[in-house]
């Protein structure tokens, strides 16, 4: 019987949520299935993917094949790398010490990645939280001074105060004249 390991979709109408099964090749999509490996949710930033890492280590090893949504799931998570460093033991070209250490390695490097893009995604959401708090905050102050502009009392202007004004403004033009 040939075994495939694939999603099975659940969830409502645009938030899929999957689960990771082993299943025959001929079954339905979302029907019989042999074992549930995890699960895997696309909504979320990063993905969140949760595996039994050695039920699936056994399915891959036994022969069956991951679809190829699957295949990078399981290459994300580290159980390909896995599958490949215990060939080199099968071989002898790696010790079981080098096999651990090495994909112990690849998972710390791994892990980094992935704290460091949630540590970055979680900054730049503050950051545009604080930018869109700075907007507000000028735009409130823009709206007292215009509220206060149009509640301060008119003051009426005196035609003596005027004159000085009109005669330096002869005055300036006189000189623009002259300079020209």
Not at 99 to 104: D, G, L, P, R, T
Request: include cysteine; charge should be neutral.
């Amino acid at each position: 019987m040939a075994t495939k390991i694939r999603l099975q979709r659940h969830g409502k109408k645009g938030k899929p949520f999957y689960y990771i099964v082993v299943a025959d090749a001929r079954a339905p999509r979302d029907g019989r299935f042999i074992e549930r490996l995890g699960s895997y949710n696309p909504n979320t930033n990063p993905a969140t993917i949760d595996i039994n890492f050695d039920k699936t280590l056994d399915w891959v090893n036994n022969g069956a094949q991951p679809t190829d949504t699957c295949r990078a799931i399981l290459s994300y998570k580290g159980v390909l790398y896995k599958k490949h460093l215990e060939g080199g033991l099968k071989k002898g070209a790696l010790t079981e010490e080098q096999v651990e250490s090495k994909f112990q390695e690849w998972l710390d490097q791994k892990d980094g990645k992935i704290t460091g893009k949630k540590t970055s995604l979680v900054s730049a959401k503050d950051e545009a939280r604080k930018a869109a708090l700075a907007a507000e905050a000028i735009k409130k102050e823009e709206k007292a001074a215009a509220i206060a502009a149009k509640n301060a009392p008119v003051v009426e202007e005196t035609p003596e105060e005027e004159a000085p004004i009109a005669e330096a403004t002869d005055e300036t033009s006189a000189e623009a004249e002259s300079a020209e």
